[in-house]
């Protein structure tokens, strides 16, 4: 098909209507994506190649290799690391948050502890239900 269109005049109407049609995909690809373009590209590409492989020739390099390039399995490593990069980073944040979660603990009932063992009172009077009483009546009787 190609090579019926070289053959028209300059002035055919099937060579002013290839023209018009020509003009029409150029706009159009232009508003494609680059990601869409580049697939249709690849599978341009293909297509040629099976087309070429049905006569018997052998496919262009410079397709084989751009089409090499663009293979999932080329791919397929960094997809890999940026599917398992965010879910470690998202594990060691768990680990450090529980860490420091524990630590918080730690040290909130080591100054509980500091402050039973630093106090004038011994520490089974907490524990006695009527001094807890003797607060709580103490507290009402001062405000």
């Known amino acids: 098909m190609n090579h019926s ?23 159009g690809a232009r508003d494609i994506a680059h990601d869409m373009s580049e ?8 297509a040629l190649d099976q087309h070429r ?13 751009a089409t090499a390039e663009s293979s999932p399995q080329r791919w397929s490593w960094w997809v890999r690391i940026g599917t398992v990069a ?7 944040g768990l680990v450090v948050i529980h860490q420091v979660q524990e630590e918080g603990r ?4 080591a100054e509980v502890d500091a402050t ?9 009077a907490y524990a006695d239900p009527g001094f807890i009483q003797y607060l709580k009546g ?3 009787a001062t405000q």
Not at 53 to 65: D, H, N, S
Not at 106 to 109: H, I, P, R, T
């Open 39 to 46: 697939r249709l590209r690849v599978a341009r590409e293909r």
């Open 5 to 27: 269109i070289q053959t028209l005049s300059d002035d055919s109407p099937d060579a002013v209507w290839a023209r018009r049609i020509t003009a029409q995909l150029d706009i």
């Open 138 to 140: 103490d507290d009402t």
């Open 116 to 124: 039973l063992l630093t106090d004038d009172l011994p520490p089974t």
């Open 86 to 92: 965010p879910i470690l980073a998202l594990v060691i």
């Open 106 to 109: 730690a040290q909130e009932v």
């Open 53 to 65: 492989a049905k006569f018997g020739l052998r496919p262009k390099p410079a397709v084989r290799a």
